[in-house]
């Protein structure tokens, strides 16, 4: 992936909510059509980890419905609410 491919880093917006949680969002690391992954370092933790950031304004209903809560839970066990 060239560096013409990334998009631009998270807004504020979503550095303010990550850094609520303890997380410290870093450089792009690949995108999709829905969303965008980061690398962040978890300070609770002190871990580097890859955050994904999906676009409900890009995600259709059905990605938004069937296939996210699948893959949430596939990936980390848990339960999409």
């Given amino acids: 992936m060239g560096k013409g491919d990334m998009e631009a ?3 504020s917006a979503y550095r303010s909510v990550m850094e609520e949680y303890g997380y410290e969002v870093g450089k792009v690391i690949g995108n999709g059509s829905y969303g965008t992954v980061y690398e962040a ?3 609770k933790q002190k871990v580097m980890v890859a955050v994904k950031i999906i ?3 890009k995600a259709s209903e059905d990605y938004l419905n069937k296939f ?3 893959e ?3 990936n980390f066990g848990f339960t999409a609410n």
């Fill in 9 to 11: 880093p998270p807004t």
């Fill in 41 to 43: 370092y978890y300070t």
């Fill in 55 to 57: 676009s409900k304004k």
């Fill in 68 to 70: 996210l809560p699948r």
């Fill in 72 to 74: 949430i839970q596939n």
